[in-house]
Nanobody, 120 residues
Framework: QAQLVESGGGLVQPGGSLRLSCAASGRTFRNYAMGWFRQAPGKEREFVAAISWSGDDTDYQDSVKGRFTISRDNVKFEVYLQMNSLKPEDTAVYYC?????????????WGQGTQVTVSS
């Protein structure tokens, strides 16, 4: 069992940056692939980025490649999403997902979400 708590969301202007954090509890965290997903108003939740348990493998949605970077710290039990060059279309609730499957597109555990708003 794992519990995930996101933080770091907020309001940012277009072109700005934010860093999201996901704190995980549970000793099995280091065995899980972890990821970030987002849900915009009126849309389904979508995959954003994923990282393997070792950190050696990452995957990104095409629209965020080159702008977002996922990383993890298996000592602190944390996962991060560095978001640069933010666009209004990045506005969404961002969720941390743990124990990914289905080619990183689904998760067994979910956080409560953190709001990211990109607006001038």
């Amino acid at each position: 069992q794992a519990q995930l708590v996101e933080s770091g969301g907020g309001l940012v202007q277009p072109g700005g940056s934010l860093r999201l954090s996901c704190a995980a509890s549970g000793r099995t965290f280091r065995n899980y692939a972890m990821g970030w997903f987002r849900q915009a108003p009126g849309k389904e939740r979508e995959f954003v980025a994923a990282i393997s348990w070792s950190g050696d493998d990452t995957d990104y949605q095409d629209s965020v490649k080159g702008r977002f970077t996922i990383s993890r710290d298996n000592v602190k039990f944390e996962v991060y999403l560095q978001m640069n060059s933010l666009k209004p279309e990045d506005t969404a609730v961002y969720y941390c997902g743990g124990d990914l499957y289905n080619n990183y597109r689904e998760a067994t555990y979910w956080g409560q979400g953190t709001q990211v708003t990109v607006s001038s």
